[in-house]
Structures are given as structure tokens and as C-alpha cells.
């Protein structure tokens, strides 16, 4: 069968036109709408030949068609332009702060998943309990709340009011030297290197966001586990394995949550750009030095050579995160074989 | 509004039951001017989203051929967008204001009311109700508008009641952030902005008040649709 063969062919093609997509409306969307770049550069008096210069140094002074070309013709060779502001390249600056960002999205999502499906079973195992009321209550609260808002009043409980953890003032107390770079991640180098001390240090500086970001993120998991593990609790196959004695938490964990897993890895998936974008809220409250807080300065400075940097990265690794999710699918479920 | 009613930074207290902010402004004042501004966005976002969704996702669902092959290719395209992240950048691109705030934030849900409508009427479009009516001579248009969009809204109402908790919390982001309706006005975003600093002095109540009525009225919306959802199944689920 050619089809069949040609599918996966088929599905890189799609990715790959969702890409080119995505790139096409961040590029107009950022350089036709806008107010004129030049002006950030040039003061107010600049004189008509000065802005010329600047234009043409920005590679702005082309046709649109031909300043989308160029675009593209980077991008291909992974030149994503310059920093408007500070001149930078703009791939460079996105991987010296992506490994903050990782930090602290990997924390989050995993301590999300983590008490998510805690929560979840707890809940489908006590049903209509009063336990199960509270955690109900507690992942309304979960979805409701503004991130940003959780944010500011963690810092103000734990630091201002408690003293227990420390102020936002990034990955490292002031001061403070990092670990020697291995992965980037601070609190594994410290461990890699036998540093506990500036491991915890590290630690106790993504506490505070890390909570932040998985406040969200846990509820949506609590809800999908809890509805996926009734419907097993209650399926013949649940009470075969009783009846044939197996244990209370083999059955629980063994046989009803399993097949729930699967919904699960699609919402951490998701979770993923959510995390990202939280990331642009909450980096900016800790002053963590991520990936997030620089986008965000860059858009509030019409930096956009950094904002389509950003926003391609962000929806390749979307992109490339489904893809994979759709091969461990057919891979782990035999009935999506076929 | 007055400004400067009372002392800066002053504690709640019986005389401004939710303190006051750096100008001295009543905060339980501003809280409730603000939510007029927030739940009538909210609203507006929701129904327009809603509409928009509907209308579109149910037209591709029953005429299917080219129209639902491009729709489907669109959504993809709105999908890979990380959907805050998008509105900052439309909003920082247009500038801020009312109607830009109401526009990209109904465009972040569109896709998923586009594809629930969509989904709902391709599965209901070979019905008995859609066949009969098609039988006594409704024309296609009606048999979709008057019979089968009618049919298809509860899925519809559930989402859009989670989505306007998810909406509120998007309209606070964005005026948290500068980006709203207008920097310094009185909506709850631009409030817990501007108490943002106040937090590490020990101020709490400043960006605390507002941003716990985002918290109420999101998880507001999501009681209703948890009472939506329990309405057709009894018990068992949250």
C-alpha cells in the first residue's frame, strides 16, 4: 500500500506547512501592523539621511516580499536577525536563557503531573466522600486561579510575611556565583559536581515559581484522572481482578489507572505551551533570567526580531511535541495500530 | 472617580474595608468599578467567540467538501500558537484599547467552538429530526440553523462556561502585563499591576483585592459549568 507508506511523508508535510505558517503571520503580523522600527534607533531629530542609514543597516529599506525571502533564507541556516536593542543574535540569546526556562518548566510540569494524579486517584478511589468534596473544591480553585496573582502572593507569604523562602531575584541569591555549567540546570550541576550547598540554595530559588506554575497545571490532570479511573473502577475487568484477589493498591494502580495514562500524557503535552506562556507572566515576577521575561521585554520594546524568535520556537516545539505524542500513541495503545 | 480619598498605602480598615493604594485611592472602589469593565469583556469575548464558532464549525460540519478541508487546515494554523503569547503580540502590535482586547482574546477560543460545532453537527446530520425535516421541504440552510445547531448547543454552553473562566483570567494577564484596555484604568489586571511593587514592602491588599475577584468570578464560571455538566449526567462526575 502506497498510502499507508506515504503517511508518515504525509504528516511531516503537514508539520512542516503548519511551520511555514506559523512563521509567515508572526512575520507580517510584526512587521506591517507596526509602528516604524527605524524610531528606535534614531532620536527624534534624526534628519531624513540618518534614518535611510539606519533603515538599510536593519534591512528594512527592501520590498516586503524581498525582506520575507531574506527572512526565510536565515532561518534555514538558523539565523534568526538581530536584537533591535542590544544588536545580539537573536538564536544565541534565546539558547543562553533557555536553559532557566527549562529548569523551571521541567520542575512544574512534573510536580503538576505528580499531584495530579495523586489528587485524581484519591478522589475516584474515596467517590463521595467528604474528601472527595475538598479535592473537587481545591481543583476548581486550581483552574481558577490567576497565575500572576498566585504568584505575587506566594512572594508575599513566604518571603515578606514568613521569611522561608527567598526574594525574586532570579535563579541565584545577589551575589551569588552559579555552578559551573554542565546541563545548565543549576540545581543538577551543583548535584552533578557533589556542591549539596549550592544545590539547595538553587533549589530553594525555584520554589517559589516553580508552586507558581504548577498551581495550574495539576488541576486539569486531577480532573482527567479522577473521570478515567471511575469508569475503570466500575468495568468488568476491575472486578475480575478483585474477585481473583488482588490486592487493593495493585488494582488501583495496577489495573484502573493505566488505561487513564494515556489522556494524561495529552495533557501534560498541552501543558507544555501553557507552561511556556505562564512562563512570560511568572519569570517576569521572580526576575528569573528565562526565555519568558525576554520576550516579554521585547514586546513591550517593539523588539521584533526576538518576539518571532520566540514565537517560533515556541510553536516548533508545539509542532514536535505532537508528533511525537502521536507516534508513542500507536506505539503504546495496540487499538490505534491499524 | 476622586482620587486621593484617603492616606497611601493605608491597611484595610472599616473606612476602606479593602485599604488603599500609592495615591491613596479606595480600593474596594475601584475593585467594584473595575468589575463592571472585567465581567462585561468577559461576556463580550465569550458571546462573540461563541457565535463566530458556531456558525462556522456548523456550516463545515454540513456542507463538508472544500470548505471544511480549508477550515480544518486553519485550525492547525490557530492551534500552534501559544494562545497568550499571540494576544501580547497582536495587542502590543495594534495597541491596546477596548475592541483590540475584546477581538484577540475572542480569537484565542475559536478553534475549539469552530471543531465542538463542527464535530456535534457532522454526527447529527443523518438523524431521523434532520432527515424528517429535510422531508417536509426545509431548505439545507434552515435544516442546519433551525434544527441541528439547536440541537448541538449543550457541549457548546459547557465549554463556553469553562471558557469564560479561562477568558477573565486572559483579560487580567493581559492588563497585568500593560497590555489591556488601558494602562493605570480601573480593571483588576491593571490593578494587581500596580500593586506589584507594593507586594515586597508587605502592602499585600493592593494587587491581593482584585485579583481575587479574577479567582471568584473564574471559579464562578466553572460552577456553572460543572452544574451544566451535572445536569445531564447525575452524580459521578466533576
Do not use: C
Not at chain 1, 27 to 54: C, H, I, W, Y
Not at chain 1, 175 to 187: D, H, K, Q, S
Not at chain 2, 148 to 172: D, E, H, I, K, W
Request: aromatic content about 10%.
Amino acid at each position: 500500500m502506497v498510502a499507508a507508506r506515504l503517511r508518515p511523508l504525509l504528516r511531516i508535510v503537514g508539520a512542516m506547512s503548519v511551520i511555514v505558517g506559523i512563521v509567515s503571520v508572526t512575520f507580517l503580523v510584526s512587521r506591517v501592523f507596526t509602528a516604524d522600527p527605524v524610531n528606535l534607533f534614531v532620536g527624534n531629530s534624526a534628519t531624513k539621511e540618518m534614518r535611510d542609514q539606519a533603515r538599510k543597516e536593519l534591512g528594512l529599506a527592501d520590498s516586503l516580499p524581498v525582506q520575507y525571502l531574506h527572512f526565510l533564507r536565515g532561518l534555514l541556516t538558523g539565523d534568526l536577525g538581530k536584537s533591535y536593542l542590544t544588536g545580539r543574535p537573536v538564536t544565541a540569546d534565546l539558547i543562553t536563557r533557555m536553559p532557566a526556562t527549562l529548569e523551571l518548566g521541567l520542575y512544574a510540569i512534573t510536580l503538576g503531573v505528580l499531584m495530579g494524579v495523586i489528587v485524581g486517584v484519591l478522589a475516584a478511589v474515596f467517590r463521595g466522600s467528604a474528601l472527595d468534596g475538598v479535592l473537587r473544591l481545591l481543583t476548581t480553585a486550581g483552574l481558577s486561579l490567576p497565575q500572576f496573582w498566585v504568584g505575587l502572593m506566594l512572594l508575599w507569604l513566604f518571603f515578606v510575611t514568613l521569611h522561608v523562602a527567598p526574594g525574586p531575584s532570579g535563579r541565584m541569591p545577589a551575589g551569588m556565583e552559579a555552578p559551573p555549567t554542565i546541563t545548565g540546570l543549576y540545581v543538577v550541576d551543583a548535584v552533578l559536581q557533589g556542591d549539596w550547598a549550592t544545590a539547595m540554595i538553587a533549589a530553594k530559588q525555584l520554589l517559589l515559581p516553580v508552586l507558581t506554575l504548577s498551581v495550574g497545571s495539576f488541576a486539569p490532570i486531577a480532573r482527567q484522572v479522577r473521570s478515567a479511573m471511575v469508569e475503570s473502577l466500575d468495568s468488568d475487568y476491575v472486578r475480575t481482578a478483585r474477585a481473583m484477589g488482588v490486592s487493593q493498591t495493585r488494582v488501583w494502580f495496577a489495573y484502573a489507572l493505566k488505561p487513564g495514562l494515556l489522556s494524561v500524557l495529552t495533557i501534560a503535552a498541552g501543558l507544555v505551551g501553557w507552561t511556556l506562556a505562564g512562563s512570560v507572566l511568572v519569570e517576569g515576577i521572580f526576575a528569573w533570567p528565562g526565555i519568558g521575561q525576554l520576550a516579554l521585554t521585547a514586546i513591550r520594546s517593539s523588539d521584533y526580531p526576538i518576539v518571532q524568535g520566540f514565537v517560533l520556537y515556541v510553536a516548533v516545539l508545539y509542532v514536535v511535541i505532537w508528533a511525537l505524542l502521536e507516534a508513542v500513541y500507536t506505539r503504546v495503545d495496540p487499538r490505534l495500530r491499524s | 472617580m476622586a482620587t486621593n480619598v484617603g492616606p497611601i498605602y493605608d491597611p484595610p480598615s472599616l473606612a476602606h474595608p479593602f485599604g488603599t493604594d500609592r495615591l491613596g485611592d479606595d480600593i474596594l472602589s475601584r475593585t467594584m468599578s473595575a468589575a463592571t469593565l472585567d465581567v462585561s469583556i468577559t461576556v463580550a469575548v465569550v458571546l462573540l467567540s461563541v457565535t463566530v464558532g458556531t456558525v462556522w464549525g456548523s456550516v463545515a460540519g454540513f456542507f463538508g467538501s472544500w470548505f471544511d478541508y480549508l477550515t480544518m487546515r486553519i485550525l492547525e494554523l490557530l492551534n500552534a500558537f501559544p494562545s497568550l503569547l499571540l494576544a501580547m503580540l497582536v495587542i502590543a502590535v495594534a495597541g491596546p484599547g477596548l475592541l483590540n482586547v475584546v477581538f484577540v482574546v475572542a480569537l484565542l477560543p475559536l478553534p475549539d467552538y469552530v471543531r465542538l460545532a463542527r464535530a456535534e453537527v457532522r454526527s447529527k446530520k443523518n438523524w431521523q429530526f434532520a432527515e424528517a425535516a429535510k422531508l417536509v421541504g426545509r431548505r439545507p440552510v434552515g435544516v442546519l440553523f433551525a434544527h441541528l445547531v439547536p440541537n448541538s448547543l449543550r457541549p457548546l454552553l459547557t465549554y463556553a462556561s469553562v471558557n469564560a473562566s479561562q477568558v477573565a483570567a486572559t483579560v487580567g494577564a493581559l492588563g497585568f502585563l500593560g497590555l489591556g484596555i488601558q494602562p493605570g484604568s480601573a480593571e483588576w489586571g491593571s490593578m494587581i499591576s500596580r500593586g506589584q511593587d507594593a507586594i515586597l514592602s508587605g502592602q499585600w491588599w493592593v494587587a491581593g483585592f482584585p485579583g481575587l475577584m479574577i479567582f471568584l468570578l473564574a471559579a464562578a464560571f466553572h460552577l456553572i459549568s460543572d452544574a451544566i455538566a451535572d445536569s445531564r449526567d447525575q452524580g459521578g462526575s466533576w
